[in-house]
């Protein structure tokens, strides 16, 4: 059963639910999962979404901030979520496909503006959380899994425009990136985003600050895909919807696709 996934920090699904509604009917992924849903899981636009053939729709919310979802063409069992970090925010959904796959959508704290965790709680919060995402994966080795969301965290040097320039930012700071490779690791999770595009400067979000953002280009990869070995071998087609960061009153994020042979 090929599907393809695609995963999008929308930032506001009730704000922005006509963008929804305009990559379900252009791209029709099969499984499209959504960070920053800012919604309680009752006011998210289902209808909308259903009448587009989703009909599958499993959801953490919370009002105003956070909230993931995951809408599906293919049926879909809940399959829970966790407090990582013990944070009480709606960041991580689980939910399984009629073939087996378990999709894990994820929304990592962003971290705030200062790496230091001494001064800065919210720095401190975003390496509990990895750890926490760490320890799972090595406690209980996934199998069979997709793992996507915004991870708010660009590891490699050319998933930024200036690694140089970005070394003491928070999403590139090399104690942010070393915590989510031991996360990778713990999990054996392969990056399907960077198997299908292994070269060249690649970005999923740009800043609203910047007055152009296309021709400045300064981009950050901070929204993933990754895979399970036992299917990665299957992925491919990864893709970045850059022209949607171009939509009227969008996401700074664009959506990341895969698709999966299975």
């Known amino acids: 059963?090929?599907?393809?996934?695609?995963?999008?920090?929308?930032?506001?699904?009730?704000?922005?639910?006509?963008?929804?509604?305009?990559?379900?009917?252009?791209?029709?992924?099969?499984?499209?999962?959504?960070?920053?849903c800012k919604s309680p899981v009752e006011k998210i636009p289902m209808e909308a979404f259903r009448a587009l053939g989703y009909g599958h729709v499993v959801a953490r919310g919370q009002k105003g901030y956070n909230g993931v979802?995951?809408?599906?063409?293919?049926p879909l069992r809940d399959v829970g979520d966790r407090d990582f970090a013990g944070l009480g925010h709606a960041r991580h959904v689980a939910a399984e496909l009629e073939n087996g796959v378990t999709v894990h959508n994820f929304y990592v704290p962003a971290g705030g503006d200062v790496p230091d965790r001494e001064?800065?709680?919210?720095?401190?919060?975003?390496?509990?959380?990895?750890?926490?995402?760490?320890?799972?994966?090595?406690?209980?080795?996934?199998?069979?899994?997709?793992?996507?969301?915004?991870?708010?965290?660009?590891?490699?040097?050319?998933?930024?425009?200036?690694?140089?320039?970005?070394?003491k930012v928070v999403s590139h700071t090399p104690v942010e990136v070393e915590a989510l490779a031991q996360a990778q690791e713990a999990g054996n999770w392969v990056d399907i985003t960077r198997k299908d595009i292994p070269e060249g400067q690649l970005y999923s979000w740009w800043s609203y600050r910047a007055r152009d953002w296309d021709a400045a280009d300064k981009g950050r990869r901070l929204d993933h895909v990754w895979a399970t070995p036992d299917i990665a071998g299957a992925a491919h087609s990864s893709r970045v919807l850059r022209a949607a960061r171009g939509w009227e009153k969008p996401s700074d994020?664009?959506?990341?696709?895969?698709?999966?042979?299975?």
């Open 1 to 36: 059963m090929p599907f393809t996934l695609a995963t999008w920090n929308i930032n506001s699904v009730r704000l922005r639910e006509a963008l929804v509604c305009k990559l379900l009917t252009e791209e029709a992924p099969d499984v499209l999962c959504l960070q920053e």
């Open 69 to 74: 979802a995951i809408l599906s063409k293919l």
């Open 119 to 167: 001064v800065n709680e919210k720095f401190g919060q975003k390496l509990d959380y990895l750890a926490e995402m760490r320890d799972v994966f090595r406690e209980d080795a996934p199998k069979k899994s997709v793992l996507v969301g915004d991870l708010n965290i660009a590891p490699r040097e050319d998933d930024v425009w200036s690694h140089k320039q970005l070394l």
């Open 253 to 262: 994020h664009a959506p990341v696709f895969a698709t999966f042979d299975l």
